[in-house]
């Protein structure tokens, strides 16, 4: 510990994340002002790093013909049941488009009709053949960029002094060095939480998930501890997904329009659950539908892609190449093809995410945080569900103008050799052997157990009460108590020890979160069984939380919920 060597680092504009979010606020800050001084840090590599590593096949955030930025935001708060930061959500919805001219402009291809105008594949949805997207969003980024981009260095906690953020603390994976960044501004864009909950998938295969298993909240976690506000923790995210493969569903139910079957080949959806809307039902409610048919005997559950001519099968096939390619090895190792073997579908395990439920950061219309000169974009911002590739971007870029109006206001950051001294303990004590150690797997394996048992995981359909969520308030703490055992051999082990003490951050924060929310607001990612009905009257508001390290104490504030005033939105 005592040979670490201290790097330190100033620049004018901090970017922790190298996704749609981060990437997109370094573009567009550099077109704005191409003298700012940024800096990417990034945990992987940023050719092929976190959620957009493997490709998607579609633009799941775009305003389509027919559709408004009014329609938009209707449809999801309608599908967020009523409550979401409308202001956020319009804000995005102004520039989705925009997102997609600009990533077809940096080479993505994007399919057109015989119009010459992108194939919309649902509501809001148009087809991208993007299992490059991640490295074309790269290489545009590395063009602005150059030399400026920390590849595998891990953030390990923000620099805040008097509420204001002043830089960031990291290591580095492969030179072994300690970061001291001074940034006049941070943007967090890391992305999600998965991992907190037991996978669908166990042992050797339980980084076959939906989310990136490599999204461990490490965005969130050093948000909480620096005691940014928190919002909507508690609607978590699951995920309906392809048994097994952990592969998208929307190319089949949107692409290809293959109904939910059950075992008995009904569709269930507009059969036995029309008066919540039929094929039309929110997008946690056709997930509860699905686990009540399974829970009362009528599973598995289907996309019934039976009605597929030869064709349209090759067709489906070739979507997957660009996204999980799994699922088409699947049905040539098994010598199927769609239309003879309809892929089954189930729950993953809860994730925390903000781009597709709302769990994140409490932002204002700039995505800056409650901490001065802290912003949030993409997965770890709050409030705006639904948000996914081309949100996540339009927030990085509304962030990228906030910055860049008014960074030369900023006064210069400093950082107390005392807080460098204190975190260089916290970080590098782990690799220093003792006579007790936990080891980062194990711990991590107790922590999902606890989570799904006890904080409505899979082996309890999702279900949540009091008494559970209460033994896992206790078992987490007693976890968090158990890291300062543990123990690395090597950095890569030390990230992953980091990894597991920001997990349970999180699943601290989230656990408060469930306890405090005395209703059902979306079946599955918050089913109380001891309030199981919504309540409008007394929770239509947002549950926020502010952790305090020293006491350890995680207080809860409700935030109004409301209604959409354009005259404040002009960004």
């Not at 102004?94 to 119009?115: M, S, T, Y």
């Not at 006049?184 to 042992?203: C, D, F, Q, R, W």
């Not at 909507?232 to 293959?258: C, H, N, W």
Request: proline share 4%; aromatic share 8%; net charge positive.
């Amino acid at each position: 510990m005592n040979s670490v060597e201290i790097k330190k680092l100033k620049t004018d504009f901090l970017i922790i994340g190298a996704g749609a979010a981060g990437c997109f606020a370094a573009y567009e800050a550099k077109k704005l002002n191409p003298n700012m001084d940024i800096l990417m840090v990034e945990k992987a590599h940023i050719d092929r790093s976190g959620c957009l590593a493997a490709g998607i096949n579609a633009l799941n955030a775009y305003v389509t013909p027919g559709n408004t930025l009014e329609s938009f935001v209707d449809y999801i708060k309608k599908d967020s049941m009523d409550l979401i930061r409308e202001d956020l959500v319009y804000t995005i919805a102004k520039e989705v488009n925009k997102v997609a001219d600009i990533l077809e402009k940096w080479g993505l291809p994007i399919p057109k009709d015989e119009n010459g105008k992108p194939i919309v594949r649902g509501r809001g949805s148009i087809v991208v053949q993007g299992e490059r997207i991640k490295p074309i969003i790269a290489q545009a980024v590395k063009r602005e960029l150059k030399d400026k981009i920390l590849n595998r260095v891990v953030v390990t906690n923000l620099i805040v002094s008097k509420n204001k953020v002043c830089g960031a603390f990291a290591f580095g994976l492969r030179d072994k060095k300690i970061y001291v960044i001074e940034a006049k501004a941070v943007l967090v864009a890391t992305g999600g939480a998965s991992g907190i909950y037991k996978p669908n998938n166990e042992g050797q295969a339980r980084h076959k998930t939906w989310y990136s298993p490599f999204n461990t909240g490490a965005g969130y976690a050093i948000g909480i501890r620096a005691g940014a506000e928190m919002t909507t923790f508690e609607m978590r995210y699951v995920s309906m997904r392809i048994k097994d493969l952990m592969a998208p569903t929307g190319a089949v139910a949107q692409g290809v329009k293959a109904k939910q079957v059950n075992a008995l080949g009904e569709r269930y959806l507009e059969e036995r659950y029309s008066k919540y809307g039929g094929h039309g039902m929110s997008t946690p409610m056709r997930l509860w539908a699905t686990l009540q048919e399974n829970i009362e005997g009528r599973g598995p559950c289907y996309l019934d892609t039976t009605h597929l001519n030869k064709e349209q099968s090759e067709k489906l096939k070739a979507y997957y190449l660009h996204m999980t390619p799994g699922l088409t090895l699947y049905w040539a190792a098994r010598g199927t093809t769609p239309n003879t073997d309809p892929p089954e579908i189930v729950g993953t395990e809860p994730f925390i995410v903000g781009g597709h439920a709302q769990a994140g950061y409490w932002v204002d219309i700039n995505r800056m945080s409650t901490i001065e000169n802290l912003y949030a974009a993409g997965d770890v911002a709050g409030g705006a569900p639904k948000k996914y590739v081309p949100g996540a971007a339009v927030e990085g870029m509304i962030v990228a103008r906030h910055v860049v109006s008014r960074f030369k206001s900023i006064d210069e950051p400093t950082v107390a050799e005392k807080d460098i001294k204190d975190e260089i303990q916290r970080v590098f004590s782990l690799l220093d052997m003792r006579k007790e150690v936990v080891l980062p797997d194990e711990l991590e394996l107790r922590m999902q157990k606890i989570m799904d048992e006890y904080a409505g995981g899979i082996s309890s359909n999702y279900v949540l009460n009091e008494q559970k969520l209460t033994k896992a308030r206790k078992y987490i703490k007693d976890l968090k108590k158990e890291s300062k055992s543990l123990f690395g051999n090597n950095f890569h082990e030390l990230m992953k020890c980091h990894e597991v003490i920001d997990r349970l951050d999180v699943a601290q924060v989230l656990i408060e979160h469930l306890i405090y929310r005395k209703e059902t607001r979306w079946p599955v990612y918050q089913s109380r069984a001891d309030y199981p009905e919504r309540d409008d009257k007394n929770w239509l508001k947002f549950v926020n939380s502010i952790y305090d390290q020293n006491s350890d104490v995680i207080k809860i504030i409700e935030r109004e919920c409301k209604p959409l005033d354009k005259k404040l939105i002009e960004v």
